[in-house]
Nanobody, 121 residues
Framework: QVQLVESGGGLVQAGDSLRLSCAAS????????MGWFRQSPGKEREFVAT????????IYADSVKGRFTISRDNAKNTVYLQMNSLKPEDTAIYYC??????????????WGQGTQVTVSS
C-alpha cells in the first residue's frame, strides 16, 4: 500500500508559479513511477506529467511542456511539480499517483486526495 498526500495548491495570477509536492508513505518509493494528473469541472481527469522510479525518464503532456517540471527526491519519498507561467486553463484539482508501470494512462494504482490550483486572469 502507498499513501499519497499532496500540498502546495492555491490561488495565483496568470504568469505566476507554484510548486506542488506529494509525500508518499512506504519504504519502496523508488519502485514506483509517479504521475501528476488534473481534473477541471465537467472534464475528465487528464495526464500532466510522469517520472520513472529512478527519476531518469519523464513525460509531459503537450499542454504543459516547457512550463511544468516534474522531479522526485527518493530519499524524502516526495515528488514535485514545478509549475511556471501558469494560465487560467491550468485551473484544476491536481492529483499525484503511483504505479509500478511508467505510463501516461490514468489507471494508476494509488492516488492522493488532490490539491486545488486556481489561476486567475
Amino acid at each position: 500500500q502507498v499513501q499519497l498526500v499532496e500540498s502546495g495548491g492555491g490561488l495565483v495570477q496568470a504568469g505566476d508559479s507554484l510548486r506542488l509536492s506529494c509525500a508518499a508513505s512506504g519504504r519502496t518509493f523508488s519502485s514506483y513511477a509517479m504521475g501528476w494528473f488534473r481534473q477541471s469541472p465537467g472534464k475528465e481527469r487528464e495526464f500532466v506529467a510522469t517520472i520513472s522510479g529512478s527519476g531518469v525518464s519523464r513525460i509531459y503532456a503537450d499542454s504543459v511542456k516547457g512550463r511544468f517540471t516534474i522531479s522526485r527526491d527518493n530519499a524524502k519519498n516526495t515528488v514535485y511539480l514545478q509549475m511556471n507561467s501558469l494560465k487560467p486553463e491550468d485551473t484544476a484539482i491536481y492529483y499525484c499517483a503511483a504505479d509500478t508501470k511508467f505510463t501516461v494512462r490514468t489507471d494508476y494504482d494509488y492516488w492522493g486526495q488532490g490539491t486545488q490550483v486556481t489561476v486567475s486572469s
